[in-house]
Structures are given as structure tokens and as C-alpha cells.
């Protein structure tokens, strides 16, 4: 006859990685009663850590190790636990573009976008860093994203493009960026061409203007894309010139206002 603790495990396995809400939620269902959550810690989490069956990753969020496998050996999925450290918040930069397939390399950080009032500290597990990206709205432009037995909320597609341009430390750094976002398919131009005139930083616009010309020369993702646009964002360039990256001189272009670093843009011929 199967247990409790047996029957809460087997319920929670598929899901690999849970947070406390996750365990109550399933011990209702099995218990077939609303019991106290610390009763629910000493009489099942409690014990089914000690059986090896989870184990924790910070406080009150735990990976659920199958049979097959040990705590010390168990594989690691970054953006299962990167979904379940907090309600309201999505993944984005660089994670984002793990997630959509495009990135260049794979990171041993994830980012989770959320506002201030959610912060939580960076922690480390096994060999990946979570760290939080503090954003004002962590609705907009989100979409979610069925991932194994859970959901799990992404930055769309133009959203993720324009932040990796405005916060370009969270996407690995320019020369990774651009890699990356070279190989992001299915891009909604007139929706990138909204956000990015909604953007009320100019400097952003031009850059997110530069680097889609760039990439409409390298890219078969973005070959199609319509001069008119790159026009409508061009429009915006204008003012005194800025740096694509501060204190770093170079060539100016003229059409998009930037000064471009020497070797910019021989350096990403290899794309």
C-alpha cells in the first residue's frame, strides 16, 4: 500500500522543481484536507528530505530527485528553478534568448525580471547563479509558455530584443548580444517597431535601429526586413550624436547619430 509521503512524491515528480506552495497544494489533494503548512513540513517535506527524494535549493523551493538519480548527481534545469522563485516576474535577456534557442552561448546565470518590491537576493545552486533584474512592469509584452509539468513567463520575442539593447550586461555583452539575436527567428517588425518608438530613451532607439541594420545584412531572419521601418526609427535620431558604448570612441554614423567603437563591426563578422 502506498503512503502518503509515497503518494505526495510520486505526485511531485514530474514537476522536477517545486516550491513549498507546490507541496501544499498536492498535499491537499492527497490529504484530502486543508492541514496546517507547518504540518506539512515536519510530516512530509521534513522527511522526504531526509529520504534523499528532495532536495533544497533555497528556502522553501526544492528539487525533486527521481529514482534514478542522487542529490549530489541530479540534473539541473536553470529555468525550472528560475520559474518558482517568484509569482509575479518573467525571464528575460539572455535567459529569454536561451529559451527562444538563439543564444550564442550558455550562461551559467539566469535572470528574473521583477519589480523592487520582489527582490530577493542572488543565490547560487550547483554550477548556475540566479540573480533578479529589477524592471517596472513584468506584465506587458509577456507570454507564457507551457514547460514541462509548469508554466513559465518569457519576455515576447520584441520585448526581449529592445531590453538585451538597453541593458546590454545582461545579455552577455554586445558581441554575444548581436550573435544571439542574430539567430532570433520570427520577430514581429511592426510590433518591434512600436515598442521601440514607445521607448522615451532616444539613444536606445538608435541603437535598436543600428543593430537591425546590421542584422538585415547578415541575418536570413531579418533580410526581409522593410527600410521604411528602420526609417520611422531613424526619424528619431536626431541630436547631438552619442556613443553606441560610453567613453568608447569611433566613426560616426551618420544615420543613426552613434559613434561606433573602432573594429565594431569587424569584430562580429563572423556572424
Known sequence: MVTKTEALYNALLP???????????KAYEIIGANEDRRYIYRKYVDRLVKMGKLQP??????????????????????????????????????????????????????????????????????????????????TSDIVEKPYYQTTIKISCKERTFIECIARIQYAG??????????????????????????????????????????????SPFYEHLNETLLNKIAEQAKGPPQYLMRGLKGPLNKKWNLYIPEDFEEKLRGI
Not at 16 to 21: M, Q
Not at 185 to 198: A, I, P, Q, R, Y
Open 15 to 25: 514537476m522536477k522543481i517545486v516550491n513549498f506552495d507546490d507541496i501544499v497544494k
Open 57 to 138: 535549493i533555497r528556502k522553501e523551493l526544492y528539487a525533486v530527485i527521481s529514482p534514478l538519480e542522487t542529490p549530489k548527481k541530479h540534473e539541473v534545469d536553470k529555468l525550472l528553478i528560475a520559474s518558482k522563485i517568484r509569482q509575479n516576474y518573467y525571464l528575460g535577456f539572455h535567459t529569454a534568448l536561451e529559451y527562444y534557442g538563439c543564444a550564442n552561448s550558455l550562461l551559467n546565470e539566469a535572470y528574473i525580471c521583477v519589480q523592487p518590491k520582489n527582490r530577493f537576493a542572488p543565490f547560487q545552486y550547483k554550477r548556475f547563479t540566479f540573480k533578479p533584474v529589477f524592471v517596472k512592469d513584468v
Open 173 to 218: 555583452g554586445w558581441e554575444e548580444c548581436i550573435k544571439s539575436l542574430e539567430g532570433l527567428s520570427g520577430v514581429n517588425f511592426e510590433k518591434l517597431l512600436d515598442l521601440t518608438l514607445k521607448q522615451k530613451n532616444k539613444n536606445l532607439k538608435r541603437r535598436v535601429g543600428y543593430v537591425l541594420e546590421l542584422l538585415k545584412k547578415t
